[in-house]
């Protein structure tokens, strides 16, 4: 069993951490606004596959409080970058690997010149989760993590695909996590983009409208082309799969009506997580020379919408 | 001097049907909101060419208590096109020849089918006008109109033209109609489009943020190359001016803090002249092969955020 901190115990980090800890593994939570609530009434996690509490998990207001751990989860919000490094690093010893379960493009090259890059993983959540009141996660539907490692170490990979082995969570090697961010970006691209700029819509609202949809599908269209030259610059032999626009809709169009996280983010005038998942991928397509007007269109009009200015 | 009535008077009717009356026009205003506050103070424009006021300008309720003029100046909203030809036709007699200022592609083509192609002329206003509380208008900037004939007869177009003679208001000839509106929606399509889809906001805003300033640029492009294929497929000869893209810029970096009439009609909840402005363009762009991807994702965001749905 790990000792592990999740730092940033949003949706994501409350639901991945709640889901190590019904393994048996010591999960420590860094919590801003839910602590005290957690600390009240526990972790409720309301899920799809039953629901579950953990009744007295262990609850912090500070990393240094956590200390070091042989596993860091760090699921904040991208738009939190900047302050990710000060809140992790209390939490590192010579030992600790970091898992990095955040939304975007480049946030473990920021991590591995940090911490250095061996230690460095990055997990995919293909979910819908949404935070309730505080101390309650919703758990809407799918659920799988692909995680992969900075440098591609499949050793490395093995290993933190280990460390989930008891927890109820379907989780898959990610054997080139540069192709896992893209394929995680096909779905966040449009449809974060689109669910915000259309005005905060769920996703069935863009499934069911023949433009949005439409919409939908030519801009992941430009998020493959995209990734397959990124992959190609990074002298990756791995491509995302040629189906995977039909399989994204068709996950999409069995999904549950759902609010991707930046459009909540949206409609409760929060940051948006707009450089990690718009612009980082924008300017890579743009050094490489890919066309990509819809995201161009769709970075412009969400740096436009943020409530932070660009972030 | 003629008898004129003016159809709509919103912000670009009430304006120019002013300017009609100042040269010494008959002028007839079929009115809503404004009605009762034109009525009691007259109609009052403030201009950056000098601010002036009828005071006792011809106000109507319905179209049937105008009756027939020589001229009808057509200025609904585009979303009204199908009350249009209920609201025009007391107004039409044998004689009766009719300008349609309004905003968007393809509508004088209902005008020929219900009155007869050969009376049927297009107004573009190059202008920024808004209305102000009842019965005020406000001429922000710029001003000058283009008019053309729907069949290009050069000799309606002169009738036209020569009707503004004593009005103080800048009217150039348009030989091709097709063209001038495409010109116009160069204007339209990127401004109206992204200032709403950007969250209502206003041009100069366009234009200092580097990322909408390019995708208005793409934007205006691709009106540009759809414009000209749409020429090509009517057997016109002439094209948009190569220079369009640069001159549109270089007029709208000069213009005064705009609010384009769609913002308008966005932050107020009114229904959003779309399918004019964006569908019918889009339409033929895609028919024409085309590649609009700009243009087809702010249509599909214009329809998912336009209150009245698709209109």
Redo the contacts between chains.
Sequence with gaps: MSRIAVIGAGAVGAYYGARLAQAGHEVHFLMRRDYEAVRAHGLEVRSKDGDFRLDAPHVHQSSAEIGPVEWVVCALKATAIEEARALVEPCVDAGTRILILMNGLGLEDRFAAWFGAERIFGGLAFTCINRGEPGVIHHIDYGALAIGHVLDDPAEVATAVDLWQDAPVEVAPAPCLLEARWRKLCWNIPFNG?AV???G?TTD?IMH?P??R??AV??MREVVAAGDADLVAHGSEVRLAPTIVEQMMATTDAMAVYRPSTMIDFVEGQPLEVEAIFGEPLRRAEVLGVPV??I??????M???DPAGRT
């Design positions: 689109l700029t259309a005005g819509v609202v409208d433009d949005l439409a919409a030519r801009t007007p819809a161009a269109m769709l970075t412009a009009l740096r436009a919408l």
